[in-house]
């Protein structure tokens, strides 16, 4: 698609948070995380208006690019001319978090269906491996309400989600926020791996469950772990291997 460069339209500061998401959602579809063009990611831009970016529904992820990004606001009107439309259940879902989370630049948001089922088990996450460990220590719970469309739904997502960075949508799908795009990139990939492992051992013999007080000790073990970079600690090997594959992200 021949969509015009905003480049030398926009500050240093948003092209950068563009080319970034971009970079996600290529991300997202080479692992296989995407729903045709049914679930999105945002990114917030610094300041007090609590403007975001968000995919222009009906690309593919694979498609998107830093300059076709869609840039709305609080109410989902766009803060600058696009001829893309937003998906309204994205909007009500980013928005409501981005009201209300200002340690919140990136939510990210998947149908897979590895998460879509462990959403639909009734015990949810279970503390089976070292991935849960890390989801368990700030997990909360949302249940389905059907397509967001409502923003009487906002509040209750806010309060499910709270502090965390990990939500599971009942029967719906994952959610991860991140004080980066970064951040919330790692913090999905060892969401959806917990789900696939889940899986995977519920296919087997008799699950061993992790000690509780493991759990508790998992933030240390994750700054331990990134050299307290968090996902910025991986984000510029995933962007080298994104240039050798699929480099027009950035445009």
Known sequence: MNIPSLKEKVTAEEWQLRCDLAACYRLVAQHG?????????????????????????????????????????QEGNKVRESPFPVNRAGFVIHSAIHAVREDVQCVLHTHTRAGVAVSAQRGGVLPISQQSTFVLAALGYHDYEGVALHDEEKPRLQKDL????????????????????????????????????????QAGGELITVDPKIID???????????????????????????????????
């Open 162 to 201: 709270g502090a965390g960075s990990f939500l599971m949508l009942r029967n719906h799908g994952l959610l991860t926020v991140g004080a980066t795009i970064a951040d919330a990139f790692l913090a999905m990939y060892v969401f959806e791996t917990t789900c696939q492992i889940q899986l995977a051992a």
């Open 217 to 251: 000790g998992v933030a240390h073990a994750s700054r331990v772990q990134t050299g307290g970079l968090g996902g910025s600690f991986v984000w510029p090997a995933l962007l080298r291997r994104l240039e050798r594959t699929d480099p027009t992200y950035s445009t």
């Open 33 to 73: 995380w995407s729903d045709l063009v049914f679930t999105h990611i945002s990114a917030r831009l610094p300041g007090p208006a609590h403007h975001f970016l968000i995919n222009p529904y009906g690309l593919m992820f694979d498609e998107v690019t830093a300059s076709s990004l869609v840039l709305v606001d």
